[in-house]
Structures are given as C-alpha cells and as structure tokens.
Nanobody, 114 residues
Framework: QVQLVESGGGLVQAGGSLRLSCAAS????????MGWYRQAPGKQRELVAT???????NFGDSAKGRSTIRIENDKNTVHLQMMSLNAEDTAVYYC????????WGQGTQVTVSS
C-alpha cells in the first residue's frame, strides 16, 4: 500500500515563495512519476509540476519559469519550490504519484495574501 504524506503550505505573502514536500511510502520503482497538482475554488485540478524518478520534469503553464522540482530517490520524497506567488496561486495543492496506478495526497491549502 502506498501512502503520501504532504508538508508545507499555509499562508504566504504575495511575492513570496512556497515550499512543499511529499514523502511516499511503499513500493516505488525507478520509472515512477511524482509531483504536484492544484485545484482552486470553482476550477479544475491542474498540473503544477511532475518529475520522473529516473529524471525529467514537466511544468504546468502557471509554474513555468518560477518553480523548481526535485526528487530524493533514497527517501521517495519530492520537493516543490515556487516563487513570486500571487492571489491566483491560492489553491489546494495535491501530491501525486504514478506507479501501476495513480495515488493522491489529501491536499494542503495554500493561501496567498496581499
């Protein structure tokens, strides 16, 4: 059984930065993908960023140019950093893991205040 434990989030000042981490427990192979999605009120869930354990990352349009994602393979942990936050970044951020199926974290609220 795979479990995802998220940390980070909360209240962030506009113009500030966000750091999120997600630790996965269970059987994970080198081809797996980890990352983050987010969902704002009244909107569909959207990609923030994902990364393969073997290398290679993918960013959503809203995250390109101001975000980094990295993975600690020995700890099955993925870290996201996003800078220059604004009100549109307010959302619930979900950790994501793709192995033989998809897994989702419970979500962590991020609120950007002006």
């Amino acid at each position: 059984q795979v479990q995802l434990v998220e940390s980070g989030g909360g209240l962030v000042q506009a113009g500030g930065s966000l750091r999120l981490s997600c630790a996965a427990s269970g059987s994970i192979s080198s081809g797996d993908v980890m990352g983050w999605y987010r969902q704002a009120p009244g909107k569909q869930r959207e990609l923030v960023a994902t990364i393969r354990r073997s290398g290679g990352s993918n960013f959503g349009d809203s995250a390109k140019g101001r975000s980094t994602i990295r993975i600690e393979n020995d700890k099955n942990t993925v870290h996201l950093q996003m800078m220059s936050l604004n009100a549109e970044d307010t959302a619930v951020y979900y950790c994501y893991l793709q192995t033989t199926r998809e897994y989702w974290g419970q979500g962590t609220q991020v609120t950007v205040s002006s």
